[in-house]
Every structure is written in C-alpha cells, then in structure tokens.
C-alpha cells in the first residue's frame, strides 16, 4: 500500500512540475510582450511609470530613482503590465502616453505583439535546427482487401508526407485544405519519404471530404485510410495513424521553412477565428488561462523538451496575433483609437476610451474563467 501511495504521489509530483513549466513558458510569453512596448516606449521617449511580472500584490519592487520607473514582481505569475504616464488620461507631462506622436503610439502598441512572434520564429527555427521541421508521418494505415486501393494509391507505415496537391505540408489544417470538398473515388498527388526515396503517389481518396471546421477530422482519417481510435460517449477522436516526425533541411532552408511555419500557424488561428464567428466552430473549441496550462503541461510530459518548444511557439503567435485584435483593452483596439485620432487630428475623449478599454478588459477576463469552467464541465 505504501509503495502505492508513494508512486501515486510522485506521478502527482511530477505533473505539478509540468504545470509549473507550462505557468513559466505563459509568463515567460507574457513578460517579452510587455518588454517589447517597453523597449519601444524607451526608444521614443515616453514615460513609464512601472513594469510589472505577474499581477496582484507586490513582492518586490524596485525603483530608478533617476527615471521614477518602478520594476516589480507581483504575486500571481500569470500576466504583466507596462505601465505609461498617462496612458488612460491627459497628462501636462509631455513624455506622457497620450502626449507623444500617433505614429509613435502605435508602433509602441503593436510592439509587444511584434516581439512575441519574434521570440516564437526564434523557437521555432531552434526547434528545426535541432529535431528537424515538424513534419507528419503515416502510422497504422488501413490495408483494403479491395484491390482498388494499392500500394501505389495508398499511404503505407512511416510515409513522411512532404507535399499534398503541389502544397508543402506542416500542419494538419495543411492536408484539410489539399483535400477539401472531395468525393471519394478523387486522386490527390502527395509527395512522401518512404523507406527514405521521395515518391509521389496519386492517392484515392477512400470518402468525400466535406469538413465541418478544423476539428472534423474523421474525415480526413478516413479519405486517407488512416486508423483511428474514438472515445464512445463523446465521439471525438482519441488517437489516429498521424504523427509528427521531425525532418533536418539545410540551413537556409530551415531558415524558410521557420517562417513559413510561423505564419501557417498564424494563418490556422485566424481560421479558428473565422469559424468562430460564422458558428461552424463551437465556443467549447477555446479555452482559456487554465486550459492552455493543462494542454501545456500534458503537452510537454507526452513529447518532452520538443514538445514545449513547438507549443511555446503556438502561444507566442497566438499571442501576436490575439494582442492585434480590435477588442477594446487589447493593443490592435488601441491602435485603432490612435489611427482614428490621427485621422481626425484630435483625441476621442479621453475618458469614454478609458471606460471602453477597462468594460472590455473585465469582459475579456470574464470570457476566460467562462471558457475554462465550460472545459471542466
């Protein structure tokens, strides 16, 4: 009995110490995107009265007696603030927010976003230069005792897949897009590796693929002949024959492949936004602070050191992209202000953009404990 209690106790152990890696990789995110508006606002002059890691009480502060700016770290290690004079307000001052240049405002704003994505692109092309680009191979492939579906139509175990209808792959969203609105019976030409040749295939699509949103996955599985598990009660797909694999390229071309990677992942939240808004994806798909935690650290205890790097890159660009916005609080609602008053030569008032950005803020905040409370029920 001891020896179980013991065991139970140290796998406990050790996912709280995921959980805490996954909270250091958020805050981590979190702390370069306010230094980036700091670095910015430094650069252009404009005051700042405080830069905070984490938010709540204060449990150290330090302050420039030559600058009055105040460095300090605060006890919840989820969230961070630069704080600008007279960010919210007029201010006499003339280093205050409000007081500086529109165009200076706004690449102050949307740098907190820019330094994300570049973090996130510099993870990323660590990521390959290590393990490789993240590609997907073929486990678990369906063998047809129909002799339409041949070895030359159809994927086989560990084909790396490189290419489908002309278009390089790297994500699963990749193949969806090569695939959409098939009928079963259509060809689609794919590049693979397999038993380490390149070969191109025309594969037969073994179903139609009308896909409902970027989660309706079974029938991808399916057109492709790839097994899958699913959960009984709830139908949604456990475990699949697609896996990543990591493929080692030249050095500029790793470099490339970084980018694209970045921007494919970019490009696969704005989807996720867009299906959110046409309601072909439910609000239950997003989750929030909580969630993204519990998917981090489950992420890094299954795939290791990899893994968290490949996520703390999905979170750097969601951040960029998510910052960028036009949701009153964020940095992209701001930006529009800026961009309106510049237009208009003179400020909306002060205070109605004030309470604008706290009302969203709390609604923000608010959307966030919902979504997590919806994940646990």
């Known amino acids: 009995m001891s020896s179980l209690i013991l ?22 995110m979190i702390t370069v995107h306010e ?14 009265e405080e830069f905070a890691i984490g938010f709540g009480p204060k449990l150290f502060k330090r302050k420039n007696k030559k600058t009055g700016e105040i460095f300090s770290v605060r006890l919840f290690p989820i969230g961070g603030f630069c704080a600008f004079k007279g960010e919210d307000k007029d201010d006499d001052d003339p280093t205050a927010f409000n007081n500086r240049k529109p165009w200076q405002r706004i690449i102050v704003l949307i740098s907190g976003a820019f ?20 590609m997907l191979i073929a486990y678990n492939t369906e063998h047809s005792a129909d002799p339409i579906y041949t070895v030359e139509n159809s994927f086989q175990d560990r084909d790396i897949i490189f290419t489908a209808n002309g278009k390089n792959v790297y994500l699963i969203t990749d193949l969806m897009n090569s ?54 009660q709830t139908g949604k797909i456990t475990e699949s024959g697609l896996y990543q694999t990591g493929v ?41 602070t909580v969630t993204t935690i519990s998917v981090t650290a489950t992420a890094i205890k299954v795939g290791g050191f990899r893994n968290l790097l490949n996520i703390a890159s999905f979170i750097g660009v969601n951040l960029a992209v998510f910052n960028l916005l036009p949701i009153p609080a964020l940095d992209g609602s701001r930006v529009v202000f800026t961009a309106i008053e510049w237009i208009r030569r003179k400020p909306l008032n002060r205070k109605v953009e004030g309470l604008i950005h706290a009302v969203g803020l709390v609604l923000i905040m608010a959307f966030a404990i919902f979504i997590d409370l919806q994940q646990c029920f």
């Open 248 to 288: 080692k390229f030249g050095f500029l071309q790793t470099l490339g492949k970084s980018v694209v990677y970045s921007f494919k992942v970019a490009g696969s939240i704005f989807t996720v936004l867009g299906q959110l808004i046409n309601g072909s994806l439910g609000i239950g798909s997003l989750g929030g």
């Open 115 to 134: 330094m994300n994505y570049l973090l996130a692109l510099l993870i990323i092309a660590t990521m390959f230069f290590s393990y490789g680009q993240t």
């Open 7 to 28: 065991a139970s106790f140290s796998e406990v152990a050790g996912y709280i110490g995921y959980i805490l890696l996954a909270v250091l990789v958020l805050l981590v």
């Open 35 to 48: 230094l980036g508006h700091y670095i910015a606002g430094k650069i252009f002059g404009f005051g700042i």
């Open 179 to 232: 695939t959409a609105d098939k009928k079963a019976g259509d060809t689609v030409r794919f590049t693979v590796m397999r038993n380490g040749q390149m070969k191109t295939i025309d594969l037969l699509l073994r179903a139609d693929t009308d896909y409902k949103n970027v989660e309706d996955l079974s029938p991808l599985y399916t057109a492709l002949g790839i097994q899958m598990k699913t959960d009984s």
